[in-house]
């Protein structure tokens, strides 16, 4: 029931592509009425031949041959058409349906099934269903179909001859039943195998420096060895058992003609050609064909839609995925100014967790005010300011922005008043002015550049061949990461927030240009409420307040001199750092490209 | 188009890949195609028995005997008939059976030289080839290549073989018959080479679409939270649309002339078949002569072979058109590793050797077990004796240039000396060649002019193997490879012992956020070491280094940001890693330069400053400019 049920979610893709889908299966019907009756009419014609009819009976049949075989052409033909249109299209239909709902996902539907995977499934796991689609339209009406007409007709022609199928059919069928199941373990066995070989073919390649570094060519090439051997034993096992199809279908084949021809010419001979002749005889022979070479079709889909079962469970599973934040019924659109107040907030990635992220933070943050936040690894600084623009929710207490709750505001106001440059950020392929153009699609270049010039990016930008149109490659890998850094601080600017989030978004800048571009937030952005998260001490120093994050609580909050004199944590990460300064007798760090 | 490109550089490549499986089975394959051969000829055979039994019928029929007299001669045909089908059934087994194991055999050893041979390229070959590309060799493209070898050739094979068969037969009978026959058949020919072509051409232009798709896929997943927060979803949406639009276009067209090649060419299959037997009947009726080497006149008994015979053919040539496709692909794919097979291996013509030593009364001695004393093993050809030089780790460039590209120099006259024990730091903007003079000292890379002398001895001299064994590495980003915590130190040296592992790693200091993982030592490490910290994985590369414990590092200090505690851990990891050996410093923090006995200001390729830092500081130069912040590097 879980096969259905998966059915009727995905089936919903199939909208426009209907028609195709449901004349596809009536077109192969067609096809397979036509292509039995065929063999029929040839042993009429090779009756005519043989009996040494002239030419007007030869050609008499030879007329209706070639319109059954015109006819039945066109059906095939229609058939192969509207089953490539049917299934691509819902394919189509498909990647489109999941990409649309991965957009309205939320941080943790993202979380739940990871990049990766979610990936996956838009792409191979689609391919799979489409491949499957085009058999359940196509061949697995076609099959069945064919095996019955074939029977038939076999039985109209060669009578209880034909009951020699009733023995022979069942037995192919265990046959290829038993393959089947023999082998879908081995090939499930062995696919995993198989990524993970790739998978150490692409660490290679990635880590090939290291590899010639240590001289680990042979090292690595003897590991390669194993894991692919191990998949040589795997597949070779697989398709040795797979290859008991063919000569098992061959058996069956040839045990029916011996049948036929022992019988059958005993048949022949002892009634004198009155319950069978010989060209119905030989037509026998070809139903015979027909219906064994069905009955291996309807294995492989057999095995094709098992398969690809898993892969509609993949794709059903982000279908049915309801996202965790939705809008409220009635939003409010009004932004009142850039305040921001924790009450009392806990917070929890999962609702088993032992311990919430963040317990009882009672926060009160001023419009215009500039917070710095210090803390360790895991000390919960990310979680913290991703409460603010929604990203998730909380799961106690409630955060409020302009003195109402956040999940009360539209969601896509509440986020273009409050911008975020994330930790992990990235850059998406086309130019700078494009990327920057994220934060507001209509800026006009004088603000793209303004906003490139608050963010220190404005001198490397001009230095660049192509300047503003230099192109970013995908992932952004074609500048340092500082240049990254500060392209996304200068996105996230230009959105004119009222409250403005950088969550370690310096870290690869030198401390003087990340001086000045607090400076020159200072200057340009004064009302605006600027959350800066960093590691440096010297990031946060000359903010309003300090918040110290210890194990998700507020271990203090305070000017940095205040901190200085009364918090133990700030001061060691304070004096780490000064202390290391002090030696360089200048706050300058050098950066450089992650190559 | 894109086919005849293939198929007219493709015979080579046929005749490389036969000679590779052959040279793989020598005596597999012969055996194989020798099956082939008894297999196609045996399913041939039936037939003719066949017809003999239906002679008999239609004798016994037209003169009335009855089944008892019919009997002894059907029985006796019908008995040989078993008998091939017997031989055929085993033919048919062994076939296949060898065959999964000789194509799954041929995959495995090709992987395999593959492996090999793409662990002995040059650094400069991955510059030049995208990761994605070399992953598809292994994939796509041996994945291309099973189906053809398992499949598409041995069909072809048999397909020939019959073709051949009934083309004599057609010859022998009467060759007017065999002629409609054969020009029947090219018309299918032709249908399959324009509809199969369509249908390869659409296949290849999807494989670009799928790739397309894939990108704008990954590239607007991966970047999800990004999306998010700027309320980009509509843009992705579109960006999606386009790409999903264009794919499902390619992937239409392709399956459209694939869905329909197998109904037209069965179907023109009869219409030949028609067509052989109109024609049949109006040789007989106007009584033409026949022109056959049997010299028999047109009759019955030659027309009705040729029915049977049309759909023979009409079969062979349904069987060959599928293949058509996957030799097409295959054969692209076998060219594209060919390609990557005869890529120049490294080259290496050095014959000074490593090996351990032990010193008695100043004279080196060499010796298998493990020492603290390294020596250069150096084989004079001129007179055939062996001196042994201790390893010192002294590193002199005189006036090296280097380029990447033949002409487009990168690195000028770079001298400099790098004297035991002590610490050489490079400063730079990116691109101004720190890096590069690194990748020199290991030789992944070779000069263009000038040299490098290592204790005294031209680098050139010494196998690369040996030189790379002195040489410790710590790149920007850390590699680890997927195995356990232990195997990944372990990487470093591997005889080492799990105690020497430890101490190691307790040198590096990773020792204590090891002893934290679930399973310690023994937790299992995914390939990109996802599981663990950036500043984690900089401590288990720096462990990973102290175990093979070189005479000489280079270290290109990571910019990553980790947090202050740890990085603190993984700088003190670096100075005890440090002590006591030669030492180049890729510094990103002017702190790690401060205490080198010589830092090197480089700027587009040139030593612009050198000195130590208190040297540099009073020139007031470059470095002054940079130390005091009023000069930036990007």
Known sequence: MVFLNIIRVLSKSIREYMKPTLLTPLFVIGEVIFEALIPYMIAMLVNEIKAGCGTDRILHYAWILVVMSLVSLLFGYLAGVTCAQASCGFAKNLRHDVFYRIQEFSFSNIDRFSSASLVTRLTTDIQNIQMAFMMIIRTAIRAPLNLVMSFAMAYYMGGSMALIFLVVIPILGIGLYAVARVTMPLFRAGFPKYDAMNESVEENIKGIRVVKSFVREDYESDKFHTASENIRRIFTKAERILALNGPLMQMCMYSVMVFVLTVGSRLIITTNGEAIDIGQFSTLLTYSFQILSSLMMLSMIFVMITFSAESAGRVKEVLLEKSTITNPENPDHDIEDGSIDFEDVSFSYSENADRPVLEHINLHIRSGETIGIIGGTGSSKSSLVQLIPRLYDVTGGSVKVGGKDVRSYDLEALRDSVAMVLQKNVLFSGTIAENIRWGNKNASDEEVKAVCRMACADEFIDQMPDGYQTMIEQGGTNVSGGQKQRLCIARALLKKPKILILDDSTSAVDTRTDAKIRQEMRNYIPSTTKIIIAQRTSSVEDADRIIVLDNGKIDAIGTSEELLRSNEIYREVYFSQHHQEREEESPIALQEAAA | ?634
Request: aromatic share 8%.
């Open chain 2, 1 to 634: 188009m894109s086919q005849n490109k293939t198929l007219k550089y493709s015979k080579g490549t046929v005749k490389r890949l036969l000679k590779m499986i052959y040279d793989f089975f020598p005596r597999l394959l012969p055996l194989i195609v020798v099956l082939i051969l008894i297999n196609a000829v045996i399913s041939a055979m039936p037939s003719v028995f066949m017809q003999k039994v239906i002679a008999v019928i239609q004798d016994a029929w037209e003169n009335h005997l009855s089944w008892e007299e019919a009997k002894p001669r059907i029985y006796s045909n019908v008995g040989v008939l078993v008998g091939l089908y017997i031989c055929s059934l085993i033919a048919g087994f062994a076939f296949n059976q060898l065959m999964a194991i000789l194509t799954q055999g041929t995959l495995a050893r090709l992987r395999d030289t593959m492996f090999r041979h793409m662990e002995s390229l040059p650094i400069a070959y991955f510059d030049r080839h995208k990761r994605g590309d070399i992953m598809s060799y292994y994939t796509n493209d041996v994945d291309a290549m099973r189906q053809m070898i398992s499949q598409s050739f041995p069909q072809l094979l048999v397909s020939l073989i019959s073709i051949t068969t009934i083309l004599c037969i057609m010859m022998y009978y009467s060759i007017w018959m065999g002629l409609v026959i054969v020009l029947g058949s090219m018309v299918s020919v032709i249908i399959t080479r324009v509809v199969g072509g369509k249908s390869a051409y659409y296949f290849m232009a999807q494989q670009k679409y799928v790739a397309a798709a894939e990108g704008v896929v990954e590239e607007m997943i991966n970047g999800g939270k990004v999306i998010k927060v700027f309320n980009h979803e509509e843009e992705a949406e579109e960006a999606f649309d386009a790409a999903n639009e264009e794919l499902f276009q390619a992937a239409y067209n392709a399956n459209r002339y694939s869905n329909t090649l197998m109904p037209i060419l069965n179907n023109v299959s009869y219409l030949i078949y028609v067509l052989v037997a109109v024609t049949g009947g109006l040789l007989i009726e106007h009584n033409v002569t026949n022109v056959s080497f049997s010299g028999l006149p047109i009759s019955i008994a030659v027309v009705v072979p040729f029915l049977g015979m049309s759909r023979q053919f009409a079969g062979m040539i349904q069987q060959i058109s599928p293949q058509i496709n996957s030799i097409v692909m295959g054969l692209a794919g076998a060219e594209r590793i060919f390609a990557m097979l005869d890529e120049e291996p490294e080259t290496d013509n050095g014959y000074v050797t490593l090996v351990h030593a032990t010193e008695k009364n100043g004279v080196l001695e060499e010796t298998d077990e493990r020492t603290e004393l390294y020596a250069w093993k150096h084989p004079h050809q001129a007179d055939g004796t062996i001196t042994y030089a201790k390893v010192r780790g002294d590193i002199r460039f005189f006036d090296v240039d280097f380029a990447y590209v033949p002409g487009k120099t990168i690195l000028h006259n770079i001298t400099l000396y790098g004297k035991p024990g002590q610490k050489i730091a490079f400063v730079g903007a990116t691109g101004a060649g720190k890096t590069t003079i690194t990748n020199l000292i290991n030789r992944f890379y070779d000069l263009e002019d000038g040299k490098i002398r290592y204790d005294d001895i031209n680098i050139n001299k010494i196998k690369k193997s040996a030189l790379r064994k002195s040489l410790g590495i710590i790149l920007q980003e850390t590699v680890l490879f997927t195995g356990t915590v232990m195997e990944n130190i372990r990487y470093g040296r591997l005889d080492a012992t799990d105690e020497e592992c430890i101490a190691a790693a307790k040198l590096a200091g990773a020792d204590s956020f090891i002893r934290h993982l679930p399973q310690g030592y023994q937790t299992m490490l995914d390939g990109d070491g996802s599981n663990l910290s950036q500043g984690q994985c900089q401590l288990l590369a720096i462990a990973r280094a102290a175990v093979a414990d070189p005479p000489v590092m280079i270290m290109d200090e990571a910019t990553s940001s980790i947090d202050t505690r740890t990085e603190q851990i993984v700088q003190r990891g670096m100075d005890a890693l440090m002590a006591g050996r030669t030492v180049f410093v890729i510094a990103h923090r002017l702190s790690t330069v401060k205490n080198s006995n010589v830092i090197l200001v480089l700027d587009h390729g040139r030593v612009i400053e050198r000195g130590t830092h208190d040297e540099l500081i009073a020139k007031k130069g470059q470095y002054y400019q940079l130390y005091t912040g009023a000069f930036e590097l990007e």
